[in-house]
C-alpha cells in the first residue's frame, strides 16, 4: 500500500530515511561522509521543510502496517535541477533492506509515473549514482535513459550521479 506523508510523519520519515540511506551506500563511503551527508539531509529541519514544500510530495510504501520505504517526487521550484515546467524529479526511492526484491521500488516508481500524468508533465528524471549498477539497470528496464550528470556530494566527497529521463504520455 502506498500512503501521503504528512507533517504528522515526521520522525517516521526521518528513520526511513537515514536507515535506507545507511542500507544502501554506507559499504561505498567513509563513516564522516555518511554521517555529514545524513546530518545535513536528514535531520529534522530540513525534512519539515521538504515536507512543507508545495512542489515537493512523500509517499510511504507499507507492508502489513509497517514502513518499509518511500518516494519523494519534485516539481516546479522544488526540482534539484532545472528541467522546466514539464518535468518532474524523482529525488528519493527509498526501501528499507529486508524489503527489497519484492517489487516495492516498482510499485513507488509507478506512483511517480502516474503523479507525472495526474500533474501533466512530459518527462520524469532522477539522478542516480554512477556506480549503483543494480538502480541503473532498473531504470534502463522501465525505460529511462542516461541524458546528463551532476555532481552529488557525500560529505565533502564529490560524486558524480547520473541524470536519467523518461518521456511520458
Not at 52 to 62: G, R
Not at 104 to 133: C, H, M, P, Q
Request: proline letters at 1%.
Amino acid at each position: 500500500m502506498i500512503t501521503k506523508c504528512t507533517a504528522a510523519d515526521l520522525n517516521e520519515l526521518q528513520n526511513v530515511s537515514k536507515v535506507t540511506f545507511t542500507e544502501t551506500f554506507e559499504k561505498q563511503n567513509s563513516p564522516d561522509h555518511l554521517k555529514a551527508y545524513l546530518d545535513k539531509s536528514f535531520n529534522r529541519s530540513q525534512l519539515a521543510e521538504e515536507l512543507s514544500h508545495p512542489s515537493s510530495h512523500f509517499y510511504f510504501a507499507l507492508v502489513d502496517g509497517k514502513v518499509a520505504g518511500y518516494l519523494k517526487v519534485n516539481t516546479d521550484d522544488a526540482q534539484t535541477e532545472d528541467m522546466g515546467e514539464d518535468a518532474i524529479e524523482v529525488e528519493r526511492i527509498y526501501v528499507k533492506k529486508e524489503f527489497q526484491k519484492h517489487g516495492l521500488g516498482k510499485l513507488l516508481l509507478n506512483k511517480a509515473l502516474e503523479l507525472t500524468e495526474e500533474l501533466g508533465k512530459k518527462r520524469i528524471w532522477l539522478g542516480v549514482w554512477e556506480e549503483n549498477e543494480n538502480a541503473i539497470a532498473f531504470y534502463k528496464k522501465k525505460g529511462f535513459a542516461v541524458t546528463g550528470s551532476h555532481s552529488f556530494f557525500m560529505g565533502d566527497d564529490e560524486q558524480t550521479d547520473l541524470i536519467m529521463t523518461k518521456t511520458v504520455g
